[in-house]
């Protein structure tokens, strides 16, 4: 009986917000991605398509990245300073943001570093300055939420410092948010009848992708999508109650409980 109080006060808990991955890019192309922009000061340019390492002696990674490769230009090249932009996002409606990411970064006598920035709306507010080695790819995580504004932005910069360095290389990207259900308004989202005999009519504003019907142990009784009519047929579940949660098409969720009669 304590367990059962327990997985529904964490599931009570979690209906209060809703996460949606806003922003994600893993660099697998072999082109800058749509919306990303770079900002070169001297030589060279972020490349993309490839898993290796500015420094071959280094391991390779695990999939393909974004690399500066500072090496490669020689030690006649002009000094580098080349940032990476993700695109401007609004992401004034979330009531959290965390962002994250994986980063390589290897310098040459104190030559090189890697800063990461997010923009506020008025300034640049520096995240992570990286001035020693890390040769193998290494996520990090940040909570955000205090930098929201109408035009959030991210900027991985690498600076050889004036001299011959190695290079960088940022992967898997990512920024969650979540929205409050007030915020979820948007969809105009209704379940009816609850508590319901057999059939719950299901009604949004916004497509939905996928439901899922879990009971109170937390398995699962339904996966799929709604019918037609907007319906789901529920006559097969046993009477009790369960907790339904709703993904939308930009991968927002909600979460509802039912209660079957």
């Known amino acids: ?8 006060s964490a599931l009570s808990f979690i209906a209060v917000t809703a996460q949606a991955q806003i922003q994600s890019e893993d660099f697998e192309a072999d082109s800058m991605p749509t919306g990303w922009t770079s900002q070169i000061s001297g030589a ?7 898993n ?26 002009e000094p580098s300073i080349a940032s990476l932009l993700s695109p401007p996002i609004d992401v004034t409606s979330y009531a959290s943001l965390n962002l994250s990411f ?21 300034a640049w507010q520096q995240l992570l300055n990286v001035t020693t080695d890390v040769i193998n790819m290494t996520n990090v995580s940040f ?35 979540s ?3 007030a915020d979820l308004s948007k969809y105009n989202f209704t379940v009816h009848p609850n508590p319901f005999n057999d059939v719950v009519n299901v009604a949004s504003d916004f497509e939905v992708k996928n439901i899922a019907i879990h009971n109170v142990t937390g398995s699962a009784v339904f996966s799929g999508t709604v019918s037609a009519e907007r319906q789901l047929n529920l006559s097969e579940i046993p009477t009790g109650i369960y907790f339904m949660t709703t993904t939308f098409a930009d991968d927002s969720v909600k979460k509802v409980k039912l209660i079957k009669k």
């Open 143 to 177: 909570d955000v939420t205090a930098y929201k504004n109408a035009a959030f932005q991210v900027k991985f910069t690498f600076d050889d410092e004036g001299g011959w360095s190695w290079g960088t290389a940022i992967d898997n990207f990512l920024l969650n948010g």
């Open 1 to 8: 009986m304590i367990k059962k109080l327990l997985f529904l």
């Open 102 to 122: 994986d980063y390589y970064m290897n310098e040459i006598s104190s030559e090189g570093l890697l800063n990461v920035e997010v923009y506020d709306g008025t």
């Open 179 to 181: 929205l409050s259900m």
């Open 52 to 77: 290796i390492p500015p420094y071959s002696g280094n391991p390779t990674f695990a999939s393909n990245a974004a690399i500066f490769n500072d090496d490669e230009l020689g030690g006649e090249a």
């Open 44 to 50: 060279g340019e972020w490349t993309f398509g490839s």
